[in-house]
């Protein structure tokens, strides 16, 4: 057990009230059915959100003074540790991503269903937004768990609703997407669960106590927990169910799916693999540094050959989690640190992003790129938050993705410096042209889409037939760029803690 920073305890359940909020909201809405309105609905569903932000609010407060704050309801369960609620710098970040990003797109969900149920010829309120609240609930519960099999029964409950929202809601064969995504994603926790159970692995933090920290081996265990996390994160070679899932989920739920979900695998993976497994996370570190640049390079270079904008950003996401891997492969705390930032200024820049292929679902009601082309002419306003979108995610200033990339490479090149000069020059080539893919392939989609002569979707009218879809995705930009001005409220308490727990 290790631990070296302070440690305060809430004198209220305010962890465990925050993920309860929305769930209560979700069950209302759930028993209210019809009896609720689309804006009651909506606004429920909103107002637990706020209320959940405000109730982390104190412990966002101490872990981003480098406390670690544990909620007061906890209890160990015998044979399986203990079952606590915490928070530190690490989980702070992935907690406020989760709570800002579910908050705004369920302000974004109810113009967008609306259009969604007129096409399916109905649909029911209070079941989507009953899903979208657990869904999402379980999400934050992950990231708060201080135990790897509390965190899994948190996993657990984010599946069969995700599933049944693609199920109902999706596009193209949606209940073969949705199954497809329920078996993939379901085997990854499995074989999760597997590792922990075989290892022992149950303590992330225990109150009172500390952090366990490199306290187990074994590469057999710790291979079956990141090949499971490696499902649920779209690594290359083990994608296979994300581009239909994404892509055919309703956009509201591609714009939770793609950024928050898959992103809550390499943050376990970073708590069990970095923390409690080190030595033999360090002799797999050159395999897992190649499998993170593969999977940058192929996500990328796949993306460059959709004409769905929906795959193609779903292919993206596959990209961005190999740039998650590349920081928790390389293990120091400056490339920890940058792997947890991406997280965020990938969330923020890929719910843009879905959301803008949901105004021109709405809008121009298509999602083929070879009928786009000059639409920044008609759709001035989701052009330039697209942009917002794209330099997120590329890594480019003014946003908060510049500070998570210079950390990665940073980072990178204190680890590479170790391995002499000749795989210096070739890893440093390729983490460069994984990058420069990322750049190329956005700034190439912003052209097809926003430049250049006028295709046939540009003729059919323009974002006034999606304006309330706008504001929703401009509050998301205008985080991304905040968060580039304050980021040192968020980096410098990050990467202290990382160097004294994690070493």
Known sequence: MASGVETVTLSAPLLWLAVAAPIAAGIVSGFAGRSISAKGHTALATVSWLVSLLLLFPALGHALAGRVVVDPFYGEVPGLGVFALFMDAVSAILALSVVLVSLIIAVYSRP???????????????????????????????????????????????????????????????????????????????????????????????????????????????????????????????????PYAHAEAPTPVSALLSPLFIGVGGYALFRVGVGMFQADWATLRPILFAWAVA????????????????????????????????????????AEAGAILHYMSHALGKAILFGVAGVFIVALGTRNIREMGGLLGVMPYTGSIALTGF?????????????????????????????????????????????????????????????????????????????????????????????????????????????VVYG
Do not use: C
Not at 295 to 323: C, E
């Open 112 to 242: 967008y269903m609306e259009h969604r149920f007129e096409e399916l010829g109905g649909g029911s309120w209070g079941t989507y937004f009953l899903l979208y609240q657990l869904f999402t609930a379980g999400m934050l519960g992950a990231v708060l768990a201080s135990n790897t099999i509390l965190f899994y029964l948190f996993l657990e409950l984010t599946l069969i609703p995700s599933g049944l929202l693609i199920a109902l809601y999706g596009y193209g064969d949606r209940l073969r997407v949705a199954l497809l995504y329920l078996v993939w994603t379901h085997v990854g926790t499995l074989l999760y669960l597997l590792g922990v159970f075989i290892s022992g692995a149950y303590d992330i933090y225990v109150p009172d106590t500390g952090y366990t920290v490199a306290a187990f081996t074994g590469l057999l265990p710790l291979a079956l927990i990141i090949v499971g996390l490696g499902v649920k994160m779209a690594m290359a070679g083990i994608h296979f169910w994300l």
């Open 295 to 334: 999977t940058m390079l192929y996500g990328g270079f796949l993306v460059l050959v959709q004409q769905d904008v929906k795959r193609l950003f779903a292919y993206s996401s596959i990209s961005q989690m190999g740039y998650i891997m590349l920081g928790l492969s390389v293990a120091n705390p400056e």
């Open 391 to 499: 330099m997120l995610i590329s890594g480019l200033p003014p946003t908060l993705g510049m500070w998570s990339e210079v950390l990665l490479v940073f980072g990178y090149a204190k680890w590479a410096m170790g391995l002499g000069l000749g795989l210096f020059l070739l890893t440093a080539a390729l983490v460069a042209a994984a990058m420069s893919l990322t750049v190329v392939y956005s700034f190439q989609t912003f052209r097809l889409v926003f430049l250049g002569r006028r295709g046939p979707a540009a003729e059919r009218g323009g974002e006034s037939h999606a304006s309330s879809l706008i504001a929703p995705l401009l509050a998301l930009a205008v985080l991304g760029v905040t968060l580039f001005v304050a980021a040192g409220v968020l980096v410098d308490p990050l990467v202290d803690f990382l160097r």
